[in-house]
């Protein structure tokens, strides 16, 4: 059974379109790929045993090509498309035993769905479409007006209520779709490549507002797209599907760093790293880290046996103070002085650790002080050096280390 | 050898024999139809538009028309009505128009709920098909004569064989409407969890109402078409005008009343034209 | 394969050329096919007896009253079979006094009245279909006054009145009726509607007939409805031509049915000509025939041919005996 922060669990999942469906599944053993089932069968399987558990309030990105099943899968979870085996969970509740009346209230408060030509409904006002979810579990009156005001105010539609939705762009319109599924109030979003018929700049702008939104709402999200790079962006998790079943399941960087077949690493070649991999992957343990009331001989000697001319001090409660180079520290000693704090530079650079590693370069271009990498109290986790930075941008073959293990794929 | 084999395949004997089971055996359904028909008929040309003076008619006519289309269409139907009682054709011209709107009520009654079904079911769909072409190809003269065994004479089968006629727009447009509607919209209301009811009365029929309207409006003009056949089965109005001017030779008096359904059509084909339009923006 | 098609077209025109070259020697003749079964059956016997007999070729040309005796004043029509004398009166005069028509002959003298016609059983009722009497005492256009009779005969569209149903617009017969109905001081008891077309009061007719209902309304003869129906006509005054010009405030006058030529068709054909000046027909054998019609549902030609075979008595009468062996000869192979 799922554990209790399990959102929605898929187990051995099974879609497959033509006359006698089971024969397939029980034929699935012999090896016959998609393309080969078709043109002996005329069976089209668009979801293979695909098995998953999304986490509560996790970004969960579903990502292949057209034709992949992506698509059919994200419909089996709300069973717009009726699996053809495989269970489903929603907290707990198995979906595939629900009868027509309990799958209406699933689908009216639990999942709300995204689409991707936004579906909405061209006679109605945007509030009105906004209101569309409310109005179908027969809510109105003043509660339903705040709820939709509030789902308006979220997506930044606020001052277009009456608006027609022929009048607006595309990325407005979607705004209307993503409002409409808010305001339900659903734990669970079901996104269909919700940004895929924007224009390049809107989807952008439409995926930076939807990480901004993600902070003050929380939910779990599946979200399936055909972009790598929307999907490395915005998942905590993403699975790659070809032929509808799921060839990896990770974080960004783990699908970046140790693609699992030849499909993902083809995929993943052209990938940005810079954007992708963050700080965290190719930090190392500082070399000398010391607290600021040390001797500074010891220091200085402690900096020549590791080979480095660079030591980090944190103050009393562990906290990052500052660093000294060796010249520093030697200058300072020679003119008398014994603590470190007497020789602490506390002008240096820092980075979180999910800074994108395009964004830690400008930091350590400077000279050879590797950029401190800290939490949000200022302790420090690691440090970049430029050389492993230049490394983790380049690597092909995942270096990459100071990883969790993520999930690989079955 | 050149002539065909007799074979005498009596198709002609089956439906005579038909014709004259339905008015032994369902004697009682086909009166209750006829009053179904006749009383709203009645009431709408002699207590509503006959009732009516001229000029009040003309008024709520033009109104509607402005509502609906623009000032335009407006114009339009206060100077076609006036025009048309200019020539002395107002009563016969209500009276077509009493016939029109009771079928165009039947039509839309019977048409858009088997549209609806049509669009729900394949199957239906395909059962239908033939029926809906046999009933627009099939010359009207031929269920005229067994219109009036089972209605008698009058405004009743004229009704009755203007819906046989005028359905079939009816059934298809919306037929093809609601098969219209994007996928992704429908998939979007089920997504919220509509019901079937919920579905249809929320999304596929408001967005396939551009369709049902212009289904509407064929409906009206294939009503205006049928106007003067009818008269041969006694319905009164222009219809029937025209036939007496066909009979009698008499060319001018069949041109007013001719001329007056061509402005009947005009007028009611812009509103329903104009109300169609409304549909896909409003 | 060519060469083929070629020598078989050369083939058709020539016999195309011989075919018309035969015909050739005697113009084709139009009759007038009016839309009404008495009419269409004379027009079939005629035309076999021309094309079998005679060896012309006979068009019929089929339409209404009107149009098809304006045909015949302008001479796209050659032979007009059967007027309704009265019921066209204005328009044969003119034509006559025009000299754009002679006419040949009239059919008979003995026709059948037009008038106001009711199911016989309305008065006596039917045992046999276990109809009761509903208005024993109707006899008159008086009696048709009579609450009782208005009731009966209820205008459904307004049952405050009765309904008579007239014949086919724009015919004489429709405009007369329509002022008895006022002469007769019927108009304040009974709505008049129009049934449109014959077909349509026929099948009005018809259709109340067979369900045993009242129906009260115009009819005319010869024609196979009178003859298949038990019908009664509703007393009028007796015909009187000073009261029929003032307001047809009476019974309709006999109607002489008439045959008319084109002035020119004597040049054309007098020999057929002469065999119409013959021709007779009474109304009890164009009842015959129009009932035979319809029992065997068979076209205005079928009972041509039937006529010819089984009445021959009557139609020799009107054809030289060399040209009715021909027909005689002819008609045995149809």
């Not at chain 2, 069949?254 to 007056?260: K, V, Y």
Request: charged share 20%; glycine share 8%.
């Amino acid at each position: 059974m799922p554990e209790e922060n399990i959102s929605i669990s898929c187990q051995n999942v099974w879609k497959i379109f033509g006359p006698d469906p089971q024969s397939i599944i029980a034929n699935s053993g012999n090896g016959s790929t998609k393309q080969e089932i078709l043109e002996q069968t005329g069976h089209v399987i668009a979801v293979k045993d695909v098995s998953f558990d999304i986490k509560e309030d996790e970004i969960f990105v579903v990502m292949g090509l057209s034709g992949s099943g992506k698509s059919t899968l994200v419909r089996c979870i709300n069973r717009l498309i009726e699996p053809t085996a495989g269970k489903i969970f929603l907290e707990g509740e198995d979906l595939s035993l629900m009868n027509e009346k309990q799958l209406r209230e699933l689908r009216r408060h639990k999942l709300s769905m995204v689409f991707q030509y936004f579906g909405l409904l061209p006679h109605r006002s945007v509030q009105d479409n906004v209101a569309f979810g409310l109005e179908i579990r027969g809510e109105h009156g003043k509660e339903k007006d705040e709820k939709v005001a509030q789902a308006l105010e979220q997506v930044g539609l606020k001052g277009w209520e009456k608006s027609r939705i022929n009048e607006l762009s595309g990325g407005m319109q979607q705004r209307v779709g993503l409002a409409r599924a808010l305001a339900v109030g659903a734990e669970v979003l079901l996104m269909d490549e919700p940004f895929s018929a924007l224009d390049p700049l809107i989807r952008r702008q439409m995926q930076d507002e939807f990480i901004n939104l993600r902070g003050t709402v929380k939910k779990t999200v599946v979200f399936i797209t055909h972009d790598l790079m929307e999907a490395l962006k915005l998942g905590d998790r993403v699975a790659i599907m070809k032929d509808g079943e799921i060839v990896q399941i990770g974080t960004p960087q783990e699908i970046v760093n140790e693609p699992a077949d030849e499909y993902v690493s083809e995929f993943v070649k052209d990938v940005p790293r810079g954007q992708v991999i963050t700080a965290e992957s190719v930090m190392e343990e500082p070399p000398v880290l010391v607290n600021s009331e040390q001797n500074l001989a010891e220091v200085i000697e402690q900096m020549r046996t590791a080979g480095v001319d660079v030591a980090f001090i944190t103050d009393a409660f562990g906290r990052l103070r500052g660093l000294t180079t060796l010249e520093n520290a030697e200058t300072a000693l020679q003119n008398g002085l014994s603590r470190v704090r007497d020789a602490v530079q506390n002008e240096f650079l820092s980075a979180s650790p999910d800074t994108p590693l395009d964004q830690c370069l400008p930091l350590v271009t400077d000279d050879d002080i590797p950029l401190a990498i800290l939490d949000e109290r200022s302790h420090l986790l690691g440090v970049v050096t430029r050389a492993a930075l230049v490394q983790g941008m380049q690597s092909t073959d995942g270096n990459g280390n100071g990883n969790k293990n993520g999930n690989k794929s079955q | 050898m050149w002539d065909f084999p007799e074979l005498n395949f009596p198709i002609g004997e089956w439906v005579n024999r038909a014709v004259a089971w339905l008015t032994d055996n369902l004697e009682a359904f086909f009166d209750v139809i006829t009053t179904a028909i006749r009383e709203p008929l009645v009431w709408i040309k002699n207590d509503v538009l006959l009732w009516l003076p001229w000029w009040v008619v003309i008024i709520i006519v033009a109104a509607i028309a402005w509502k609906i289309a623009n000032w335009k269409v407006a114009l339009l139907a206060v100077l076609g009505l006036f025009f048309i009682g200019a020539m002395g054709r107002w009563d016969d011209t209500m009276t077509t128009i009493a016939i029109m709107v009771t079928s165009v009520i039947v039509s839309v009654i019977i048409g858009v709920p088997l549209g609806i079904i049509s669009a729900k079911s394949d199957r239906f769909e395909a059962f239908q098909r033939p029926i809906l072409d046999m009933m627009q190809t099939m010359p009207a003269f031929v269920y005229l004569v067994p219109a009036v065994f089972f209605f008698g004479l009058g405004l009743v089968p004229a009704v009755v064989a203007t819906c046989i006629y005028a359905i079939p727009p009816a059934i298809r447009l919306t037929n093809l409407g609601i098969r219209q509607v994007s996928p992704e919209v429908v998939e979007a209301g089920r997504s919220f969890g509509t019901t079937g009811m919920q579905l249809l009365l929320k999304i596929q029929l408001p967005l396939a109402l551009p369709n049902i309207m212009a289904g509407v409006n064929q409906t009206i003009m294939m009503a205006l078409a049928m106007v003067v056949l009818c008269s041969m089965i006694g319905a009164a109005g222009l219809g029937l005008e025209v036939l007496r001017g066909m009979n009698n030779l008499d060319v001018g008096r069949g041109f007013e009343a001719g001329i007056s359904i061509v402005i009947v059509a005009i007028i009611l084909d812009r509103i329903t034209a104009a109300l169609g339009k409304k549909g896909t923006t409003a | 394969m060519r060469k083929i098609c070629l020598v078989l077209l050369a083939v058709m025109l020539s016999l195309s050329i011989v075919v018309t070259s035969c015909d050739g020697e005697k113009e084709t003749i139009k009759l007038s096919e009016l839309n009404w079964g008495s009419a269409q059956f004379q027009s079939a016997v005629a035309k076999i007896i021309i094309e079998e007999g005679y060896g012309y070729d006979v068009e019929l040309v089929p339409g209404e009253t009107i149009p098809l005796f304006q045909g015949l004043r302008d001479g796209d029509i050659d032979v007009f079979l059967e007027g309704w004398m009265e019921n066209q009166q204005e328009a044969y005069d003119a034509a006559i006094a025009a000299g754009d028509i002679v006419n040949l002959s009239f059919i008979n003298d003995d026709n059948w009245q037009s008038g106001f016609v009711i199911p016989t059983y309305v008065i006596e009722g039917d045992t046999a279909r276990g109809i009761d009497p509903m208005l024993p005492d109707l006899e008159t256009v008086d009696d048709l006054k009579d609450p009782e009779c208005v009731a009966t005969f209820a205008d459904p569209e307004d049952p405050s009145k009765g309904l008579i149903v007239n014949g086919p617009v724009g015919w004489e017969c429709e405009i007369v009726l329509n002022e008895q109905v006022v002469t007769y001081g019927l108009a304040d008891y009974y709505n008049v509607m129009n049934a449109g077309s014959s077909t349509a009061l026929f099948a009005s007719l018809k259709g109340a007939y067979d369900a045993g209902e009242p129906w009260i309304g115009y009819l005319w003869g010869p024609t196979w409805i009178a003859g298949a129906l038990d019908l009664t006509l509703v007393e009028e005054p007796p015909y009187d031509e000073d009261v029929w010009n003032e307001d047809h405030g009476c019974g309709w006058p006999s109607v002489h049915l008439f045959i008319a030529a084109h002035k020119d068709f004597e040049d054309k054909a007098a020999d057929v000509a002469d065999m119409f000046r013959e021709w007779e027909m009474s109304t009890a054998t164009l009842d015959e025939v129009l009932a035979y019609m319809q029992d065997t549902e068979g076209e205005p030609i079928d009972a041509a041919i039937w006529f010819l075979k089984n009445r021959e008595s009557i139609w020799t009468e009107f054809v030289p005996d060399d040209i009715a062996d021909k027909v005689r000869d002819a008609v045995a192979d149809m």
